[in-house]
């Protein structure tokens, strides 16, 4: 087994196609065709992550956040970042950063916190534009039902809760092949008038190479005709985020106690209390105040992110009950998410959690 192995398999739990635009994700040290002996998870690489790695025999960390994110323009162990590449580097150790391709989804950093947090009646508080593609080929109506089986295989034709849809329009297709063409069906330089299918499946966009294959593989046609469109509607899957319900209402004071234990966090920021109770709530890992508008549109009761500065708790609008537990608290549990999944599918390798804790903020 190889590293690329490892990487393939995170890469159905979190398909870079969905981290944000400004992001650093994927393999960012190392070699994917190295054999692998053992991964190390962690949210950060720290330098001490990367010895922690050595002494454990790992060649490979995962790691939520990237280590190298703007870009280096020198190796001379000056930084942080850079002692911790070098060391990586020399010690032979590959270092992957899932980051915002695992906050967008659906079963990821916000899915964890809600776990933690019992929410149920899950939904994406921030659905991701531009996720959905929907593919248009013709198909002669014989081999139509064939080659729909096929693209659903692939992936194609789900939405929401149901899959193999497809729409079908019956047509006539024609051409004529020139002197160096193979027509499977007619004549070579004979003009040839076809009783055809419009096939229309959606996809997400992450499957477009998978749902290609599948087309040009099993479509009969020496030259296949297709469309692909990149469609506006929202994936309900896949984005920012999450709302759901408290299992009973709570009082706000109770409810953000609740919130400390089960988050494990020694210090809540939050705004004033508004005298409702609490069960709609939002939830987002990391950096989240930019989404508070849309808590608000939503008719949440309570957001719980991290990173709001002094300001934007004024944004809370006397709406919503805003809690800031901390950027590390917020994904801590994300470590766990990623081992319980890795050592399911690789049961026989070594998976760690690091030990080393990466959290830079302290409290008194």
Same mark, same amino acid.
């Given at each position: 087994?190889?590293?690329?192995d ?12 969905y ?5 650093? /994700?994927?393999?960012l ?15 950060d690489?720290?330098?001490?992550v ?23 323009? &020198?190796l001379?162990?000056?930084?942080y970042? +850079?002692?911790? /590449? ?10 992957y ?13 916000n ?7 019992a ?28 080659l ?14 149901? &899959?193999?849809?497809?729409f ?12 160096? &063409? ?12 076809e ?9 997400p ?21 297709? +469309? ?18 408290l299992?009973s ?6 409810f ?6 089960r ?15 609490i069960?709609?709530?939002? /939830? ?5 105040a ?6 608000l ?38 470590k ?9 599918k ?5 998976f ?13």
């Amino acid at each position: 087994m190889k590293i690329q192995d490892v990487i393939q398999y995170l890469e159905t739990l979190a398909p870079l196609d969905y981290a944000e635009s400004f992001d650093n /994700v994927g393999l960012l040290v190392g070699n994917a065709q190295e054999p692998f002996r053992g991964a190390l998870i962690t949210l950060d690489t720290l330098e001490e992550v990367v010895e922690e790695a050595i002494q454990r025999d790992c060649n490979l960390i995962v790691s939520f956040h990237p280590i190298i994110f703007s870009g280096l323009k &020198s190796l001379t162990g000056k930084t942080y970042v +850079e002692r911790a /590449v070098i060391k990586a580097i020399e010690h032979h150790i590959a270092i992957y950063s899932l980051h915002t391709a695992l906050d967008n989804s659906f079963s990821g950093v916000n899915a964890r916190i809600c776990d933690q947090l019992a929410l149920s009646e899950r939904k994406i508080l921030l659905p991701q534009p531009h996720t959905i593609e929907q593919l248009i080929t013709y198909v002669p109506s014989e081999h139509a039902q064939a080659l729909r089986e096929k693209l659903f295989e692939a992936g194609g034709g789900n939405i929401g809760n149901y &899959s193999h849809c497809s729409f079908n329009l019956q047509g006539v297709g024609t051409y004529q092949g020139n002197q160096h &063409s193979h027509p499977t069906i007619g004549e070579r330089g004979v003009f040839h008038q076809e009783e055809e299918t419009r096939i229309s499946i959606i996809f997400p966009k992450h499957l477009r190479t998978k749902v290609l294959q599948a087309l040009f593989t099993h479509h009969p046609y020496e030259e296949v005709a297709y +469309e692909i469109l990149s469609l506006e509607n929202e994936h309900q899957h896949i984005g920012l985020g999450m709302i759901g319900l408290l299992p009973s209402p709570m009082e706000e004071k109770d409810f953000l106690l609740y919130v400390k234990e089960r988050m494990q966090t020694s210090c809540i920021r939050h705004s004033p209390f508004l005298g409702k109770k609490i069960q709609k709530v939002a /939830v987002l890992g990391g950096s989240g105040a930019s989404a508070i508008g849309a808590c608000l549109k939503a008719g949440c009761d309570a957001y719980i992110t991290a990173d709001v500065k002094y300001h934007e708790f004024f944004k809370a609008e006397g709406r919503i009950l805003l809690a800031d537990i901390g950027h590390y608290e917020s994904e801590q549990f994300t470590k766990m998410l990623l081992w319980e999944q890795l050592t399911k599918k690789f049961p026989i390798f070594a998976f760690y959690l690091a030990n080393t804790n990466t959290n830079p903020i302290n409290y008194l």
